[in-house]
DNA sequence: GTTCCGATTTTCT
DNA sequence: GAAAATCGGAACA
């Protein structure tokens, strides 16, 4: 398949330019020698002390603290009593931050996530944070692990197809401050994108 | 189609 | 003890 990492320098950025540009990539996920893949169509950007709605807002803790390492790693979280959501930690040199994967569209894999989200719907499938959690079988085990080397979790750049897309922006969605960063960025038209 | 609401548990105050 | 970067189902239009 020729599939290249995307490299630590990528994430090593505004959170925001990152989640733009993390568009269009693609997450491979590896179970028992399977591969499950999926393109990122919607994504979201929290940052540090500039951004209410972030975890990091307040300073580390100990649930945060991997956004204020090293870019590049998975930033995993329990919420809602029922979900875990799925970051890529990045941010600029000092500076916490961290993009939230809120959709993804299925490529590979499609009947395996099926039959780890009980629905048939290929649309339903990963259409939100909680939702492309359980389809690729991505816990808190998976919190800080480095994305930028193939294992269990990592990203590459897309084959040819799907190169031109419009990029949007929105208010963020699920949180109580900050809502006045239009933060949330989607790919116009996609089928695989939550609330549209 | 939309809106409303309960589930459930970790984390921080 | 309250809130939380959500989901799915029920009720209503």
Redesign the pocket.
């Known amino acids: 398949m020729n599939e290249e990492t995307i490299p630590r320098e990528f994430y090593c950025r505004e959170p925001k330019i990152v989640a733009i540009e993390l568009l269009g990539k693609v997450i491979v996920r590896r179970i028992k020698g399977r591969e499950l893949k999926g393109i990122i169509v919607e994504t979201?950007a929290?940052g540090g002390k500039e951004d209410p709605?972030?975890?990091?807002f307040?300073?580390i803790?100990?649930?945060?603290?991997v956004?204020f390492g090293e870019p590049g790693h998975a930033?995993v979280?329990?919420?809602?009593?029922?979900?875990w959501?799925l970051?890529f930690v990045a941010h600029e040199e000092g500076k916490p931050g961290?993009?939230?994967i809120?959709?993804i569209e299925p490529i590979a894999g499609i009947e395996i996530m099926k039959k780890l989200?009980?629905?048939e719907d290929i649309r339903?499938l990963c259409?939100?944070?909680?939702?492309?959690t359980?389809a690729l079988s991505i816990d808190?085990r998976f919190n800080g692990l480095d994305i930028t080397k193939e294992g269990e979790l990592y990203v590459v750049y897309p084959g040819n197809e799907n190169k031109n897309f419009e990029i949007r922006a929105s208010e963020?969605?699920?949180?109580?401050?900050g809502k006045e960063k239009k933060w949330r960025f989607y790919i116009e038209g996609n089928l695989f994108v939550?609330?549209r």
């Open positions: 979201e929290y709605a972030s975890h990091a307040k300073g803790t100990n649930r945060n603290k956004m930033y979280y329990f919420t809602y009593g029922n979900h959501c970051n961290a993009v939230l809120r959709a989200r009980k629905v339903s259409n939100g944070p909680g939702k492309l359980k808190g963020r969605i699920g949180i109580r401050k939550s609330r």
